[in-house]
């Protein structure tokens, strides 16, 4: 079997469990997002499959149990950036994108001719060409995200473990990272597991979902199907309008209060205007008395969000 | 983000190279110049350079006996061995910057100086001198104490869980611990003050070839591994996971670095007592001057703790002479307003 293939995975921490029973293929050239509520168990899911934590279950790639691997073995077939990268501010780009090397390189040997090569060969491909010399500590947050996704990629593994590779990136920076990645999958088959908080994003770039909810999963398979109002509600507890357009999917957070958008359903021409869905920009007129009895919290995708502070 | 096609990029990683190494090595060289001509008793540079020619063609030196003996029996072991306590703490501290992820980690983090401290103040206190060993009781229970210390802070951490932070909450609560036991035993024995007080402030005066020898072989295997992990220090600062993420075993690499770097700094402290400063201080010159990678931070505070705890201990011999000042007072005095300095030049690379 080729691709990765994930069978009955669990993991438990301090005697708690909080994943199990997840079993999913990828494709090589695949990319599945692993979306959910926060403590869902996504970056944990990624954990064992990197094998940075004690799991049970398999992680097999292209049939091979990753989890007895030697470490040195399973760095080169999986790459992995955690949602929080610690960047040494006194490197530059260039050598810490060398350091995704480590695991080509014989105990204690240092980068070779070839080495240096790849990873002349990424950061050009990243557009980190111009800051190849730049220390860490001085680049943006979307530049800090392409180092790390250089890095990553220096391993030249077939695998890509991404968590949350957009956090802290503004909607511009996040597509251009998604859409990199999504070349690099499309073009060198790299086969790619992040997990995204973004809905909407994540059912516009991943060729299939698989939700979390608790440690279990719940839901899997292509955007369309997975992303429905009920399943999105239900599972994260916010009050959604997912949107289809022409295959693209979108979630929108709708404010509780608000009077119902236009429902145009999946498959419907037009989304709403923005004004008329949106949270805050323009409150719609509010009663004296708040709506329903629900707390005003947990409107936005994934990150609680009080939904009226003025 | 374009897909570039051009030629490919000229790579230019962070290497220490020739001229880096160069310019430390002559800075070294001229603090042991410095320190081989000064000092209390006044045999002239002249004839210092004089009695060196004679000894290395046979000649006539110019020094009397007596002088030749100063020169040779405590002037030369003396600035060789603060060269060595020197490049010992600022390798160690270099490497415990990284293996801790903390640029206030110094190689007294896990109780190598409370250790030390107990073990000193306990020969001080209960001991007879002895005499006729290559090292005496004291610079050995330093050296135990020093060990003992980082071992129970390692235990103590390891069993608190995985990662970094438990392990320096064990250093804390082993150093006040130990540094408890020490002043009680030192308050119980108030004649002992002035003796145990040299030895924490730190001292080169008891020098002679048989600390060097001592020393040297731990100074050289330390030296030895930490260069060698240099690259791997650079691979622990970004994170345990990201570490192990990239192939190493993060717990096993830190063990090793502690390890070598722990040896070091007890053999340093059973020679020189406590000298503060030089494990902060010159990582962190290294940073901010030159580069951040620790392929370029270890030799060069090797070289450059070396040099700095050499012309250190020259002030320390003379300023006052023929009394002595203690070294730690000189490392701080100097070394502080200097880092002050560097850090408001420069735009900050520290870890």
Redesign the interface.
Known sequence: MTGLSLRDVGAAYRGRTVLTGVSTTVAPGGWLAVIGPNGAGKSTLL?AV???IAHNGSVLLDGTELTTLP??????A?????QN????????V???A???R??HLRP?G??GAAD??V???V?????L?GL??R?L?TLSGGEAQRAVLARALA?QSDVVLLDEPTTGLDVGHAQ?LL??VD?LRTEDGVTVLTTLHDLTLAGQYAGSLLLLDDGHPVAQGPPGEVLTDETVERHYHAHVTVLGTGGATAVLPVRRDAQPPERGGRDAGVPPSPSDVSETDSPPARSDSPSGGEPASAAGSSRPRRASSR | MSVATTAPLPLRPTRLGVVRVAGAAVLLVAAVVAGVLVGAADLGPARVLGEVVAQLSGGVSPLTSQEAAILWQIRVPRVVLAALVGAALAASGAAFQSVFRNPLADPYLLGAAAGAGLGATLVVVAAPSVTGWLIGPLPLAAFAGALGGVALAWLLGRSAGPGTASLVLAGVAVSAFLTAIQTFVQQANTETFREVYSFILGSLATAGWGEVLVLLPYVTVAALVLVACARLLDVLAVGDEEAAALGIRPGRVRLLLVLAASLATAAAVAVSGLIGFVGIVVPHLVRLLVAGSYRVVLPLSLLGGAAFLVGADILARTVLAPAELPIGVVTAFTGAPFFALVLRTTRGGAP
């Open positions: 954990k990197a094998g940075l470490p040195r073995r399973r760095a080169r999986i790459a992995y950036a955690p990268p610690l960047l040494p501010p006194g490197l530059t260039t050598d810490y060398l350091l995704g480590t695991p204690l240092r980068e240096l090569s990873v002349a060969g950061l050009q491909r990243l557009d060409g190849a010399e220390s500590s391993q251009a859409e990199l070349r």
